[in-house]
């Protein structure tokens, strides 16, 4: 196990308050990943200082009170982010989610015991060490999540905690102590009073993590209770095409959703308050892989048109469930399509609606159907994609009627 690298802007927090006469430690995930050698993504700080006391002791930095009524104030040193919190014991919880009130409190040991997992739990001071009041420090070299207290209890107060173990056991590569996998297990249908937008978050970090495929079969059960369009007997499938996608949100979204009905697709993206980018391209994926690949140059070249943006991810799916045989002469004529440039769109024509209008073609709805055919004749043979015989094309057509 390393030793803690603490970076500059946090001895100088730990200093500042300490100048001051307040405790002030490392916790979290910060020092959590630090201690595993992971890069680390954001310092998290405790102190027995209030909130009002640290704007006192921070005032000649920038800092956000966004999190003020939890305790938190991010402070900015040096340019980097520090979210401080004041220590806190947050005694009975509400609604499956929330202290009822945010109690704070003046001991570390209370504020350690109301986090979740012992890995989290843990404390770092520069000059005392560790302290390590829940063998997280144990738990970390065993890579093993354990709620810190009774699981069930844990669970019950705030349910977030479910998804949370998963997506830190994906992105840790961590397993999950038994009675507390046996309590996430159990207590998941309190996912119900978790907000939409935290399930999304946690469950992208869940499905990017380095052990999502392992994740997932072994709790597709939990991520049911809050996605029931999954079919929990496609787990090991879902997983796996999972595993072969590339680590980015929509594409992973895509291979855990690829095998929910279309007519549900909607519903569920609008449920999970997934933005409307993602699950635009999502949709895009799922259209492409729902589609049997065609096998003709033009065809191909529709098809490379109509879903050029996801095109790759789509090939993905359909590798990682089973390959239609033709996928890999496919693959190899979408390259030759890309590396040729040949004109998949509209845009891409040697001719545009301007150019239609002088050659007196009447402005309208007209003017669209004449590109659409003209991109048609490019898709039979992209040699045709030259004014000239776009123009010509565009003449006969506006003549003949059709
Ligand atoms: P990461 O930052 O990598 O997502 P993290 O563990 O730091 O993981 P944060 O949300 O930043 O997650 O929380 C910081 C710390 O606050 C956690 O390590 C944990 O000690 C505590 N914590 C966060 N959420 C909860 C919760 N729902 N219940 C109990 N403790 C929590
Ligand atoms: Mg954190």
Redesign the pocket.
């Known amino acids: 196990m390393r030793s803690v690298s603490v970076p500059t802007p946090v001895l100088l927090a730990i200093d500042s308050l300490e100048w001051a006469s307040y405790e002030a430690y490392l916790?979290?995930?910060?020092l959590?990943?630090s201690l595993l050698g992971m890069k680390v993504?954001?310092y998290?700080l405790t102190t027995d200082a209030t909130p009002d006391e640290m704007k006192r002791v921070f005032a000649g930095y920038r800092f956000y009170e966004t999190g003020i009524a939890h305790g938190t104030l991010q402070v900015i040193i040096e340019g980097m982010p520090l979210?401080i919190t004041t220590y806190r014991s947050d005694g009975i919880y509400i609604d499956h989610r929330h202290p009822q009130e945010v109690q704070f409190s003046k001991s570390l040991e209370e504020d350690l015991a109301?986090?979740?997992f012992t890995v989290?739990?843990m404390a770092y001071h520069p000059k005392k060490g560790l302290i390590d009041l829940y063998q997280g420090m144990e738990d970390l070299k065993n890579k093993c999540l354990r709620s810190v207290g009774d699981p069930g209890q844990r669970f019950h107060e705030?349910a977030?905690?479910i998804l949370?173990a998963l997506r830190?056991a994906a992105?840790l590569d961590f397993t999950i102590e038994e009675t507390t996998s046996a309590a996430l297990t159990k207590e998941c249908h309190l996912l119900d009073h978790i907000a939409n937008e935290r399930i999304l978050k946690e469950l992208l970090?869940l499905l990017r993590g380095t052990a999502a495929q392992r994740v997932l079969n072994d709790y597709m059960s939990v991520l049911a209770c809050v996605i029931p369009e999954i079919d929990v007997q496609d787990a090991p499938l879902l997983a796996e095409a999972l595993s072969r996608m590339d680590n980015a949100s929509y594409p992973r979204l895509a291979a855990l959703f690829h095998r929910i009905p279309q007519e549900l697709l909607r519903s569920l993206t609008r449920r999970l308050r997934i933005d409307k980018r993602t699950a635009a391209k999502v949709e895009a994926v799922l259209e492409g892989f729902h589609e049997t690949l065609p096998t003709t140059l033009p065809d191909i070249r529709r098809f490379t048109g109509k879903y050029r943006e996801v095109l790759w991810d789509i090939i993905d799916l359909k590798e990682a469930t089973g390959a239609p045989d033709h996928l890999r002469e496919f693959r190899e004529e979408v390259q030759g399509i890309l590396e040729r440039r040949e004109a998949l769109s509209l845009d891409e024509l040697a001719v545009d609606g301007e150019d239609l209008l002088q050659e007196g073609i009447r402005n309208g709805p007209e003017i669209g159907v004449v590109l659409d055919k003209l991109l048609d004749l490019v898709y039979e043979d992209p040699m045709k994609n030259t004014r000239w015989t776009l123009l010509e094309h565009a003449r006969k057509i506006t003549e003949s009627g059709s």
């Open positions: 916790v979290g995930g910060g959590r990943d993504e954001d998290d979210e109301r986090r979740d989290n739990a705030d977030l905690r949370r830190l992105k970090g």
